[in-house]
C-alpha cells in the first residue's frame, strides 16, 4: 500500500472501529436502563399489555 493512501486507509478503518463500537456500548448500556426501567415499572404493579394475567387478576 503506498504510503500516500495509508493514513487514509487505516484512519477510515479506525474511525469505523470506534463508531461501531461507540454503537454497540451505546445499546448495551441503554438496554441495561430499559430493563431496570421496566423491572421497576412491574415491582409497582406495572404490566405489560402482553404479559399474561396471573391467576385473579
Known amino acids: 500500500m503506498g504510503s500516500s493512501y495509508a493514513f487514509y486507509v ?3 478503518y479506525g474511525f469505523a472501529a470506534l463508531v ?3 454503537v ?3 445499546t448495551w448500556s ?3 436502563a430499559r430493563r431496570k426501567e421496566l ?3 412491574e415491582a409497582a404493579g406495572i ?3 402482553s404479559a399474561r394475567p396471573r ?3
Do not use: V
Request: charged content about 35%.
Open 24 to 26: 454497540t456500548l451505546w
Open 10 to 12: 487505516y484512519g477510515s
Open 39 to 41: 423491572a421497576a415499572l
Open 55 to 57: 391467576d385473579g387478576e
Open 30 to 32: 441503554d438496554g441495561r
Open 47 to 49: 404490566r405489560r399489555r
Open 20 to 22: 461501531t463500537i461507540a
